[in-house]
Each structure stands twice: as structure tokens, then as C-alpha cells.
């Protein structure tokens, strides 16, 4: 099971955190952030990307499974259960993804627009598990789900702001637009 994502720059400020496995305070979220940082950052690039880390809210069998690219670190924290090589591909998606989302994706696309990046974490991993590692049909339901925000905002500018025909979309739709914008 993944147990969290980071996306962490080199001086230590994360720019994406999501967690799986409940960390209870803030306190304790900032003091997992920062031990993940200093057992990452002080492996020189030509180390292997795999690291059993110690993280004490999480136990003591944690992966720390990540890659560098630039002046950002995306780090995985998995349970032993979880293959190496398949988070490491994991990574590759997602990065895939944001650059194909954003051309080029760098720290300030993940500072101004968290919510679509947010939004392709949640395509690919629910729950500390992974649902899609396909890059096409991740890009497709992230532009479905801007088409479907265009086409309700036209129904409510249509009407003159009375709400049109009732479509349920969730708060990730809203964001998708900015998707199908770049792709």
C-alpha cells in the first residue's frame, strides 16, 4: 500500500503532500515531511532510487522509492508489500502526465495550479492504491472531465446564470478545464 506522495523541492518545501495512511496532527505531517526530505536529498543522484526508510508514524518497513528531476523530488513512502520497480514506473506516469498536462512541468505549474495536479494524482492512486497507470487513459478522463465542466458552464452562461440541466460532477471536474486548455 502506498502509505503517502510527495513532491518535495531541493530546500525542503513541499509542493504536493498527500497521505493515505492518517498522520494525526500537523506537527506530525511537517516531522514526516522533513524526516522523508533528509533521508532523500543527502543520496548523491548516482545512488539507487530505493531507500528503507524509518518513518515513525508509519513503522519501521517503509520504501522510500523516488526520482529527482531538477529541483524536485517525487517521493513514494510504500509498505514492503509494494514493488520497487513498479512505483518507480508509477513515478514515470505521473510525470508524464503533468508534463503532457502542462508542457514542461515545473515547480511553479505545482505551486499555481495544485488542484490539477491533485486531480492527476487521483487518477492514477486512490487510497494508497494505484488505479491507472495507462498515460492515455489518464490524459482521456482528465479531458472528459474538462469537457464536461466546458459544457456545464455553457448550460449556466446560457441561461442567463440560472442553473441549466443538473450534472454531478465532482469538485475535480471544476479543475479539468485547465486540462483540456494545454492538451
Given at each position: 500500500?502506498?502509505?503517502?506522495?510527495?513532491?518535495?523541492?531541493?530546500?525542503?518545501?513541499?509542493?504536493?503532500?498527500?497521505?493515505?495512511?492518517?498522520?494525526?496532527?500537523?506537527?506530525?505531517?511537517?516531522?514526516?515531511?522533513?524526516?522523508?526530505?533528509?533521508?532523500?536529498?543527502?543520496r548523491p543522484d548516482s545512488f539507487c532510487n530505493y531507500l528503507e526508510g524509518i518513518i515513525p508514524e508509519w513503522g519501521e518497513?517503509?520504501?522510500?522509492?523516488?526520482?529527482?528531476?531538477?529541483?524536485?523530488?517525487?517521493?513514494?513512502?510504500?509498505?514492503?508489500?509494494?514493488?520497487?520497480?513498479?512505483?518507480?514506473?508509477?513515478?514515470?506516469?505521473?510525470?508524464?502526465?503533468?508534463?503532457?498536462?502542462f508542457v514542461d512541468v515545473c515547480e511553479l505549474d505545482l505551486i499555481f495550479h495544485a488542484d490539477l495536479v491533485h486531480y492527476v494524482l487521483d487518477e492514477i492512486v486512490m487510497g494508497g492504491m494505484v488505479l491507472e497507470t495507462n498515460i492515455n487513459n489518464i490524459l482521456q478522463a482528465i479531458?472528459?472531465?474538462?469537457?464536461?465542466?466546458?459544457?456545464?458552464?455553457?448550460n449556466t452562461t446560457s441561461t442567463g446564470g440560472a442553473v441549466g440541466p443538473i450534472v454531478n460532477m465532482s469538485d475535480k471536474a471544476r479543475f479539468a478545464t485547465r486540462a483540456v486548455a494545454i492538451l
Open positions: 500500500m502506498i502509505k503517502g506522495v510527495m513532491i518535495v523541492n531541493n530546500h525542503g518545501k513541499p509542493r504536493l503532500v498527500k497521505f493515505y495512511q492518517n498522520v494525526t496532527s500537523e506537527e506530525k505531517q511537517q516531522s514526516v515531511i522533513r524526516n522523508v526530505f533528509q533521508q532523500v536529498a543527502q518497513n517503509i520504501k522510500l522509492i523516488y526520482r529527482h528531476y531538477a529541483t524536485l523530488y517525487f517521493v513514494f513512502a510504500v509498505d514492503s508489500q509494494e514493488s520497487d520497480l513498479g512505483i518507480l514506473d508509477l513515478i514515470q506516469v505521473f510525470v508524464e502526465a503533468l508534463d503532457k498536462c479531458q472528459d472531465q474538462g469537457k464536461m465542466h466546458s459544457n456545464s458552464l455553457k
